[in-house]
Each structure stands twice: as structure tokens, then as C-alpha cells.
């Protein structure tokens, strides 16, 4: 009795507080069973290269339908380890998107490629097929696309020009943990050769920091389960020397230290049983905001594409021509009110250090007007429909007054 009442007591001021309390674009959602997963592993044999990464990598593998899965310790590395598998290296070009996270070009240059930017769709923010077949040439390895804020890409077409020039697709889907496109779950190996996930605290679930990677291919499998560990094998069946003894163990390439921890791992898969009740709750969360915007004209909402599930890590919302240019006070203005928000992204060339690689303004102008007018609303699953509403309510209130 005295339990339920507490608990009861609990939720309610939870409930207030994240009202009142600053709410941030987005966050990590931990229960008890989350802290006890984290705390057996605490206390047993193994804080790394335990059982429980294993664990974790079968447990992705089954919630997207992908054969292979290999753990990392950021979605950074996971895609460091696709594209040294795919064996895109020096003089190679990866084409990608500027509206993505620096980590999906950066990863290209880790390995002495070149990042090659192909503009937006003006709609979802994601790779525009119709531009992608112009950025190919004879250097070409690789098409990274990015499913922006959780909307999968034009992946079908996207795969099939791929396929036509012979180069490999990474899917990035950092943000898409959960999406579908045409009944095939982002992961699955329908529409990519390698599928990335990140499990930072804002992503769909968390490993504190830690990734994944996702693929069909045996051979990209096992190329980037030991590139995630220098290159080291264990197996002898892969030696390539003479076995020496039971001790004996061979590094064949040059890899790094990738890997994941069981402490980690124990959370992801922790987190990974919740993850549809998490991604159900930020869809009521996605009604709640369509509902509360309907009738203005202040911005608009992201918009809903045919044959897929957004996964919706982010809500985008995109600026009336006024409100952008106003977009600075805008945010601050919430950020005071309690609000937070953030924009996803300066397009990646746009940042000092792709400049000074000599990446020119203008590269992809609809990239930069996207960037002008999109505002990442507050989306997260622990989110509470008080926290949806003061959101909502804020917002369109600081809307008005600036645009007056
Ligand atoms: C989060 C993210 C990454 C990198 O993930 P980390 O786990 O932070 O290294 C890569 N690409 C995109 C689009 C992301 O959002």
C-alpha cells in the first residue's frame, strides 16, 4: 500500500517538474530495469569482452531483421569500420549529404577518402536521387545516405543507382532506429550493403556511448568485427601463420580499439526491449504537436511520406520566410521560457574545417536554406504530455510576438 501511494506520488511530481524544469531537445529515458541490468554486470566476471555484447549484437540483429550485427563504441567507429570494410581508402570518394551529423564525412576522411556533398530533398532534408548519379565518377566507392531525422531516404532509388555503377551503400540511420520503408525495417539489408546505428543518450536508445553496424555480407562482417578490435583474430581457421598454441592469436590489418563494453552492452539490450513502447510514445507525441500546429502559419511540421515509418529521433519543424530570419531570438526566447531546441544541421562543408580543405559556399544550396529555417522541437520518449504542451503552447506565443 505504502509503495503504490509513493509511487503514484512520484510520477505526479515527475509530471509537474518536467513542465516547469528546462526541457531539453531530447534525452535519455533509464528505468530500474535498465540499472539493474547495468549493476549485475558490475558484479560479475566480465566488464568487457563478455557474454553480454554477443547478447546485444542478437538482439539488434533480430528487432531489424539484419543477419549481422557489430557492436561499437560509437556510431563514430561503426562507421569508420563500414567504410574500411567496404576498402574505401586513399583517392576514393564517398558521396554523402551536408544536412547530417559531421561524424557520416568525417569517417570518410579517417580513412584518407573524400567526402563528396550531393544536395537535399527539400521536403525530408534527406539525399536528393536526382541529383546523386551527377556526383559519380570514376573515384566513386561508396553512397552514404542518412536518414534525416528519422525519415528514411529515397532508398530504392538511392539502391538502385548504386547498383548500376557498382558502388556500395552505408545507410546511415542513426536516427532511425525503428523506421520502416516499404515494409523492410531500416537494418534489414534490403536497400543498404551496411546499415549504422548510434546509441548516444539522444538516440532512440542508449548505450551512454555506442553504436552498431548491421549487414548481410559474412565477408563485411567479419572484416569490421576485427577492424573493431586492431585487426586482431582469434579464429584459426582465418590464420594466416602458422598456429603457435592455444595463446596464439594474429593481427592481419591495421584496426583500432572499437569496442563496446558489457557494462554498455547490458543497457542497450535492456533498453532494447522497450525500444517499440519508446518509439509508440514518441509517435502520441508526434499527434499531440500536429494537433496543437494545425491551424497556423508560423512554420511547418515534417511532412509524412508515403511507404515508410518515421522513426521521428527529431522534429524538424521548418520556418515561415519571417520567422527564419528571426530564428536566433527565436531560440533564445524558448531557451529562457524553459524550451529547448537545436538546429540539425549546418551543412558539414559549412563547418571551419571543410572549408579549410577548400569545400566553397554554396556547394548545396538547398542544404544552407534548409539550415536557415529548420528548428529541432523538443522530442524525447520520456517525455511527459505536460512537457508536449508547454512546448506547444510556448512556442506558438513566442511565434506571435515575433511576428509582429
Ligand atoms: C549521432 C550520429 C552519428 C554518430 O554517432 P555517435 O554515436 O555520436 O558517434 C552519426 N551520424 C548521425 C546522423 C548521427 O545523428
Known amino acids: 500500500m505504502k509503495r503504490t501511494q509513493k509511487k503514484i506520488t512520484t510520477e505526479t511530481t515527475e509530471n509537474k517538474q518536467q513542465a516547469q524544469d528546462f526541457i531539453p531537445y531530447g534525452r535519455q529515458w533509464i528505468t530500474d530495469d535498465d540499472a539493474a541490468a547495468v549493476s549485475a554486470v558490475l558484479r560479475s566476471d566480465f566488464l568487457t569482452q563478455g557474454p553480454q555484447i554477443e547478447l546485444f549484437e542478437h538482439a539488434l540483429s533480430e528487432y531489424t531483421g539484419a543477419q549481422h550485427t557489430v557492436a561499437f563504441n560509437s556510431g563514430t567507429a561503426a562507421l569508420h569500420a563500414a567504410y574500411a570494410a567496404l576498402g574505401v581508402g586513399a583517392g576514393d570518394e564517398v558521396i554523402t549529404t551536408a544536412m547530417t551529423f559531421a561524424a557520416t564525412a ?3 576522411l579517417y580513412v584518407g577518402a573524400k567526402p563528396v556533398f550531393c544536395d537535399i530533398d527539400p521536403t525530408t532534408g534527406c539525399l536528393n536521387p536526382e541529383l546523386l548519379e551527377s556526383h559519380i ?15 528514411p531516404s529515397a532508398l530504392e532509388e538511392i539502391y538502385r543507382i548504386a547498383k548500376r555503377h ?13 523506421a520502416t520503408y516499404k ?16 546509441f548516444h543518450p539522444v538516440k532512440h536508445i542508449t548505450t551512454g ?57 547490458a543497457l542497450g539490450t535492456s533498453q532494447l526491449k522497450r525500444a517499440d513502447r519508446m518509439l509508440q ?39 515561415s520566410a519571417q520567422l527564419a530570419k528571426r530564428k536566433k531570438e527565436l531560440s533564445q526566447r524558448l531557451s529562457a521560457l524553459g524550451v529547448g531546441t537545436q538546429v540539425h544541421y549546418l551543412p558539414v562543408y559549412q563547418h571551419p574545417y571543410y572549408q579549410s580543405l577548400g569545400y566553397p559556399a554554396g556547394l548545396c544550396p538547398v542544404a544552407e536554406q534548409f539550415y536557415t529555417e529548420e528548428l ?7 517525455m511527459t504530455d505536460a512537457a ?17
Open 209 to 265: 556511448e555506442g553504436g552498431a553496424l548491421q549487414t548481410n555480407s559474412t565477408d563485411l562482417f567479419q572484416k569490421a568485427a576485427q577492424f573493431r578490435s586492431h585487426g586482431i583474430t582469434k579464429d584459426p581457421t582465418q590464420f594466416q601463420n602458422e598456429n603457435d598454441g592455444p595463446w596464439y592469436y594474429e593481427m592481419q590489418f591495421l584496426g583500432f580499439n572499437y569496442r563496446m563494453t558489457d557494462i554498455q552492452a
Open 137 to 151: 565518377g570514376p573515384n566513386t566507392k561508396v553512397i552514404a545516405t542518412v536518414d534525416y531525422a528519422g525519415q
Open 106 to 108: 568525417n569517417a570518410a
Open 376 to 382: 529541432s522541437l523538443p522530442m524525447f520518449a520520456s
Open 166 to 178: 557498382s558502388l556500395a551503400v552505408v545507410e546511415d540511420a542513426c536516427h532511425a532506429l525503428g
Open 281 to 319: 510514445r514518441r509517435f502520441a507525441i508526434v499527434q499531440q504537436y500536429a494537433q496543437a500546429f494545425r491551424d497556423q502559419r508560423f512554420f511547418e511540421i515534417p511532412p509524412v511520406v508515403a511507404d515508410t515509418v518515421h522513426a521521428y529521433h527529431l522534429y524538424p519543424i521548418r520556418l
Open 183 to 198: 515494409n523492410s525495417k531500416i537494418g534489414d539489408g534490403s536497400y543498404a550493403d551496411i546499415t549504422i546505428f548510434s
Open 388 to 404: 508536449v504542451h508547454k512546448v506547444a503552447t510556448t512556442l506558438l506565443r513566442v511565434c506571435g510576438e515575433l511576428e509582429r
